[in-house]
C-alpha cells in the first residue's frame, strides 16, 4: 500500500485505502480459492471415536430436538448481532463525526509530526481504538479511482494463483492421497475423467484440517501445472465414498465453471461502481456536514470516519447484489456435482442430500431462516433449498437435458 501511495504520489487516505481493498481482495480469493461447500468453520471439537460414516435417509432438511434448539439459538443471536452491528457501526461513526473526534484527533498527529505518513500511523490506531465496531468489507476513495482499482486487479489475480502453491503449504500440511486413501484416488479419477479434467494421481492431496477445523471439503485448486486435488482428512471421518465425491463434484463445478474468474470480474465491476458512488457519497456528506464537522475536505485524515461510514452503508446496500450472485453460482456448482456423480453410484441425488443434511447438522444451520434474512445476506442457497433440490433434479429423462455434464 505504501508502494501504490509513493508511486502515485497520493494522500495517505489514500493508502489507507489501497490497504482496504487489499483486504478485501484477500478475504475475497480465498473464499473462492478454496470455494467451501462447508459454513463456517468450528473450532475443534475433542478427538471423536473412529466409526465408519453411514448414509442418511433425507425427505427434508430437519434437526433433532436438540440441535435445533441450538440451530435456533445460533440463528438468534448471529441475526440480532448481524442488525445491531450494522446499526451499532453507523451510530458511532455518525456519534464521532457530530462530536468532531477526528479533527480532534488530527490536530493532535498533526502537531506530533510534520510528515504526513506518521500523521496517518498516530491517527489511524488513536481513531481504530475509539471505534469498536469496524467491519470494512468494502472499499472506496480516491482521486484516481480507475487507476487505483487497476491496480488492484493483478494482485488479486496473483494471490489466486500463488495461494494453492506458496500459501497452503505454509500453513497447512498435506500427504499424498495415494498413500492415505488409495481407495478414494480411483474414485476422484472418475469424477475428474468425466468432467474432463486430467489431475494426475500424484496432484491428489490429503489435507491436514482436522486439527483446524471440524468441517469437511473436498476441492481443485491451482492451474495448469499447479492444477491439484485437496481433500480434508476431517472428510473421511463423517463423509461415506459417495458423499465425498459429491463433495468434490460441486467444488469441481466452482473450477470447471470459472466461478473464480467470474468473481473477480463481478467483483471488479462491482467495485469500480462502488468507488464511483463512494467517492460521490462522501463528497455530498462533506458539502453538507463538512463544515459543521470541521473537516478540510477530502483529503483531510479527519475525512476517514465519513469513507468508513459510506463504506457501512454501501456495504449493507450492495449484500443483497454479492450474496445474490454468491447464491446463483453455488447453485451452479449443485447442479455441477449431481451432473459430474450421476451414474457413478446409485442414487447420486439422495447422496447429496445426506451430505447436505451432515452439513447442516454439523454448522447448526438453522432449517427455517426469515426469507429477507436470506435474500440479503446468505451466499448459500439454505440447505433446505439444496436438499429439495438434490432430491428433485433429474433432467436425464427425455425431454430434459443435463445444463453442464452430458
Ligand atoms: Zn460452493
Not at 468494502?138 to 494453492?164: C, E, Q
Request: aromatic letters at 12%.
Amino acid at each position: 500500500m505504501i508502494l501504490i501511495s509513493k508511486i502515485e504520489g497520493e494522500s495517505s487516505l489514500q493508502a489507507i485505502a489501497s490497504w482496504l481493498v487489499l483486504c478485501t481482495i484477500v478475504a475475497l480469493s480465498s473464499t473462492f480459492t478454496t470455494a467451501q461447500i462447508a459454513a463456517a468453520p468450528q473450532t475443534t471439537a475433542p478427538a471423536e471415536v473412529q466409526t465408519h460414516p453411514q448414509e442418511l435417509k433425507v425427505t427434508e432438511y430437519r434437526l433433532p430436538p436438540d440441535k435445533l434448539a441450538k440451530a435456533a439459538a445460533l440463528y438468534k443471536t448471529s441475526t440480532v448481532l448481524y442488525l445491531a452491528g450494522l446499526v451499532f457501526g453507523i451510530v458511532i461513526l455518525w456519534v464521532l463525526l457530530k462530536l468532531r473526534v477526528g479533527p480532534a484527533l488530527r490536530n493532535l498527529a498533526e502537531c506530533v509530526s510534520r510528515n504526513r505518513f506518521l500523521q496517518t500511523l498516530i491517527f489511524v490506531p488513536l481513531l481504530t481504538l475509539l471505534i469498536a465496531v469496524i467491519s470494512l468489507p468494502f472499499d472506496i476513495y480516491g482521486h484516481h479511482i480507475s487507476r487505483f482499482w487497476l491496480l488492484t486487479l493483478p494482485f488479486a489475480v496473483l494471490l489466486i494463483f500463488v495461494a494453492p502453491v506458496i500459501l497452503d503449504p505454509m500453513f497447512n500440511s498435506f500427504e499424498p492421497l495415494e498413500k492415505t486413501q488409495p481407495q478414494l484416488v480411483s474414485e476422484i479419477e472418475k469424477v475428474t475423467q468425466r468432467g474432463g479434467l486430467n489431475i494426475p494421481r500424484d496432484h491428489m492431496f490429503e489435507m491436514n484440517a482436522s486439527a483446524k477445523v471440524t468441517t469437511y471439503n473436498a476441492y481443485v485448486t491451482g492451474i495448469g501445472a499447479t492444477k491439484r486435488v485437496v481433500v480434508w482428512d476431517n472428510t473421511a471421518r463423517d463423509l461415506t465414498v459417495p458423499e465425498t465425491l459429491f463433495v468434490f463434484g460441486h467444488e469441481m463445478g466452482h473450477y470447471v465453471l470459472n466461478h473464480i474468474y467470474k468473481g473477480l470480474a463481478f467483483f471488479a465491476v462491482t467495485s469500480l461502481f462502488g468507488f464511483w458512488l463512494g467517492r460521490r457519497i462522501v463528497l455530498m456528506m462533506l458539502t453538507v456536514w463538512g463544515g459543521q464537522w470541521h473537516i478540510r475536505g477530502l483529503n483531510d485524515l479527519a475525512a476517514l470516519p465519513v469513507l468508513m461510514l459510506a463504506l457501512s452503508l454501501l456495504t449493507f446496500a450492495g449484500e443483497p447484489i454479492g450474496n445474490a450472485f454468491s447464491r446463483h453460482i453455488e447453485h451452479q456448482a449443485d447442479i455441477y456435482g449431481l451432473e459430474v456423480t450421476h451414474g457413478l453410484f446409485p442414487n447420486n441425488g439422495e447422496v447429496a442430500a445426506s451430505s447436505f443434511q451432515k452439513l447442516g447438522e454439523k454448522s447448526y444451520d438453522y432449517p427455517t431462516p426469515n426469507p429477507l434474512l436470506v435474500f440479503w445476506s446468505y451466499g448459500h442457497p439454505t440447505i433446505a433449498q439444496r436438499i429439495r433440490f438434490s432430491l428433485r433434479y433429474n433432467p436425464w429423462n427425455a425431454p430434459d437435458r443435463p445444463k453442464y455434464v452430458k
